[in-house]
């Protein structure tokens, strides 16, 4: 029997983790394992290589993925699909193992379509794949921001201002939310609560001037990329409140680093559950995780459904602030 793995998409840290399940738990059942590179682009050219124990020595904690990744539109062509899903049946692939986000799950929907069997691992740092409660990479990211609004507030205090700090998170604010709660920070906004609004611009303003009058002499603000531009915020609040504004815009450094503990276990079981799948003769399914077990839930649910801020969590975090 033969499997393939890919990667695509962004990057998660925990993505070399969930190959190398896929590779080692593939061996022990007596399975080829090829990877093609570059994620369906390499699949489309036929970029591929055979896995074995060797070739995913020592990467469970390095951030990234040895097979890389990319975003390859051509891939929304049906020739394209078509050519990809020929190169997997050249080589007697029973299955293809998809690691990405929501994205990469409708590509893979597309290539069941084609008949190709195909299982999704979901890898995203915005945790905003339907049909699981975290996906890999999400823990790494949220420790990395959680990290770097530590270090703001010290120079926050130190200088008595104001910081607007933007995290990734254009459709789910789900770093933002997390870190907030973790990071103590002073307010956060979500897609779902525009930051450039009147509204929030308001709130934001008076939390600022009421901590000053309580001695407060610093504020952290969070803005999920997908709720406003920091800049713009930061501007708008200098204007109304006089006070010292910086903006941190912390980009893709949230990607990167060596996965937590979390994310490595997180990817080796929904991996090693997705190579049992496809040797059960299952496919057309994501693999994820669901109160505390692994789930399965059809390909289409996952791109098509949409992950929701948990309202509760959200009022909770500014009951905390």
């Known amino acids: 029997m033969n499997l393939a793995v890919l990667t695509s998409g962004g990057d998660s840290p925990g993505m070399n983790a969930a190959v190398r399940a896929v590779v080692r738990k593939g061996l022990a059942e007596k399975t080829r394992v090829f990877g093609f590179y570059e994620g369906y682009r390499g699949l489309s050219e036929n970029q591929y290589g055979v896995l074995d124990h060797e070739s995913v020595s020592e990467i469970i904690d390095r951030g990234g993925t040895i097979l890389r990744t990319a975003r390859y539109q051509r891939f929304l062509e049906r020739g394209t699909r078509e050519k990809a899903a020929a190169n997997l049946k050249a080589l007697d692939v029973t299955a293809l193992i998809v690691i990405g986000g929501n994205g990469?799950?409708?590509?893979?929907?597309?290539?069941?379509?084609?008949?190709?069997?195909?299982?999704?691992?979901?890898?995203?740092?915005?945790?905003?794949?339907?049909?699981?409660?975290?996906?890999?990479g999400f823990d790494t990211a949220l420790n990395t921001v959680v990290d770097m609004l530590s270090k703001l507030r010290d120079t926050a205090s130190a200088h008595e201002r104001i910081f607007i700090v933007e995290v990734m998170g254009r459709k789910c604010g789900a770093i933002a939310l997390y870190s907030g709660m973790a990071g103590g920070a002073d307010h956060?906004?979500?897609?779902?609560?525009?930051?450039t609004s009147e509204l929030q611009?308001?709130?934001?303003?008076?939390?600022?001037?009421?901590?000053?009058?309580?001695?407060k002499t610093h504020t952290i603000i969070i803005i999920a990329e997908g709720s406003g531009s920091a800049e713009e915020v930061g501007r708008a609040i200098h204007e109304r409140t006089k006070r010292d504004v910086r903006v941190s815009v912390l980009g893709h450094v949230q990607r990167g680093g060596s996965p937590s503990a979390f994310d490595r276990?997180?990817?080796?079981?929904?991996?090693?559950?997705?190579?049992e799948l496809a040797i059960a003769g299952e496919s057309g399914v994501m693999v994820g995780?669901?109160?505390?077990?692994?789930?399965?839930?059809?390909?289409?649910?996952?791109?098509?459904?949409?992950v929701r801020t948990d309202p509760e969590l959200a009022k909770l975090a500014s009951v905390l602030s």
Not at 188 to 195: D, H, Q
Request: proline share 5%; hydrophobic share 40%; aromatic share 4%.
């Open 201 to 215: 611009l308001s709130q934001m303003s008076e939390i600022v001037n009421r901590r000053y009058r309580v001695g």
């Open 104 to 136: 990469s799950m409708a590509g893979a929907e597309k290539l069941q379509e084609l008949g190709v069997g195909t299982i999704g691992v979901p890898a995203s740092i915005d945790n905003d794949v339907y049909g699981t409660d975290f996906s890999i």
């Open 289 to 306: 995780l669901g109160g505390g077990r692994v789930t399965t839930v059809p390909l289409v649910d996952t791109y098509t459904k949409t």
């Open 265 to 275: 276990i997180l990817a080796s079981t929904l991996a090693s559950r997705a190579v």
């Open 188 to 195: 956060v906004c979500l897609p779902e609560t525009p930051a």
